[in-house]
């Protein structure tokens, strides 16, 4: 079977103070049931985090983290596992870039999530197989715009050019139309296997048994706390920066050198519910 070679993607240049952010939706269902990499060898690369550098544990899939991937490859066929709320646009669109123009055949696996910049990165794969259960969730850019009347014009236009880009990169693969598209990334849609095969975003589906083989729910339950946290502060409308700044004076953010500190979490956890309980009640 021939590569499907996708086209290189144009890359928007990123504004000055530019913020990026997932949906709150998004993180909530990402953080109920993530999944831990595991060991499987060189030529299989896991995206269990979010995309871009994650301030946390130091972590986050980074474009510079999947060119040491698919160096260590060494031109062989490489297979990728995504469950991934998304995170930082312009990375997903590099990290897209750098699948697309690999030499071998990318396969990618959605084992439960392929979200906002994780989604675009998918669409790299030369064969896009989905498990049972898991989803593809398009949107419009999402980020933090601060300013007055005339900077949040001109950010609304900066967003629509970024928007154009990723239905650009959909429209390669699928079999939809233009119109469809931006109706779908209009609405923030989740795509199930069955109907992102039939439009064209997936080539098959991928058995319960064969995903379990290649993630565990294993998982620190430090991260665990932090993850869902993280969704009911954004829920509550917090931005990324801000959230940061409150996990940090509550606590601080994980080394991820160190040994996890159980007392250190819970304290941290009950501090941070006891400030979105403030928050839901203003």
């Not at 499987?40 to 986050?60: L, P, R």
């Not at 850019?141 to 990169?169: H, P």
């Not at 939809?176 to 990334?185: A, F, P, Y």
Request: hydrophobic letters at 45%; proline letters at 4%.
């Amino acid at each position: 079977m021939s590569l499907r070679k996708p086209p290189q993607a144009r890359a928007p240049a990123r504004p000055q103070n530019f913020q990026w952010d997932a949906p709150s939706d998004v993180l909530a269902r990402w953080a109920e049931q993530p999944l831990a990499a595991v060991d499987d060898g060189e030529t299989v690369i896991n995206m269990f985090d979010v995309i871009g550098y994650d301030w946390w544990d130091g972590g986050g899939i980074t474009t510079k983290w999947v060119q040491d991937q698919l160096r260590a490859a060494s031109g062989r066929d490489v297979t990728v596992n995504i469950n991934s709320p998304g995170g930082d646009m312009f990375e997903g669109i590099a990290i897209y870039n750098l699948l697309a123009n690999y030499p071998a055949r990318v396969t990618v696996n959605v084992v439960a999530l392929a979200a906002s910049a994780a989604s675009i990165i998918a669409m790299a794969g030369d064969d896009v197989r989905m498990a049972t259960g898991s989803f593809i969730m398009i949107h419009n850019c999402w980020a933090v715009v601060i300013g007055n009347q005339n900077d949040l014009r001109e950010a609304a236009e900066i967003f629509a050019t970024f928007d154009s880009a990723l239905a650009d990169i959909y429209e390669e693969r699928v079999s939809v139309g233009r119109d469809e598209i931006v109706s779908m990334m209009n609405a923030e849609s989740y795509i199930a296997p069955k109907d992102a095969i039939a439009k064209g975003f997936a080539d098959a589906m991928i058995g319960e048994t064969e995903v379990a083989t290649k993630a565990s729910n294993k998982i620190d339950g430090g991260v665990m706390a932090r993850r869902r946290v993280e969704a009911a502060l954004a829920r509550a409308n917090v931005s990324r920066p801000d959230r940061r700044q409150m996990i940090e004076a509550l606590g601080g953010p994980r080394d991820a050198t160190s040994h996890p500190d159980a007392q250190r979490d819970a304290s941290v956890t009950a501090g941070i519910q006891s400030l979105i309980e403030k928050l839901r009640a203003a």
